[in-house]
């Protein structure tokens, strides 16, 4: 069974920095890609970055603020997330894929207040 844990989430004030953590369990198959969605209050879920052999891709929200790297023998997908602002408020999601699959992780808070 494949199970996605996220951790690193939490409260942070305006302009701080958070590094959110992701690893993927269990598939007999490789994950091609792999990336972080966020859905803040009221809001719809949406894309913030992904990760794939052919390269990144960021929300332009996020561009120059958030890096998503991994590691590919722990099967982990990171997300840096620096001078981060109130409206980055979200509970953020990691999602992984293999050729015939898409899996989601329950999901972290990051709260950006002071």
Known sequence: QVQL???GGGLVQPGGS???SCAASGSR?????MGWYRQGPGKEREL????????TNYADSVKGRF???RDNAKNTV?????SL??????????????????YWGQ????????
């Open 48 to 55: 913030a970055a992904t990760i794939s052999g052919g390269g």
């Open 107 to 114: 999901g972290t808070q990051v709260t950006v207040s002071s």
């Open 5 to 7: 844990v996220e951790s």
């Open 18 to 20: 958070l590094r959110l």
């Open 78 to 82: 990171y997300l840096q997330m620096n």
């Open 29 to 33: 198959f490789s994950f091609i890609n």
């Open 85 to 102: 602002k109130p409206e980055d408020t979200a509970v953020y999601y990691c999602r992984a894929r293999t050729m015939t699959n898409t």
């Open 67 to 69: 890096t998503i790297s």
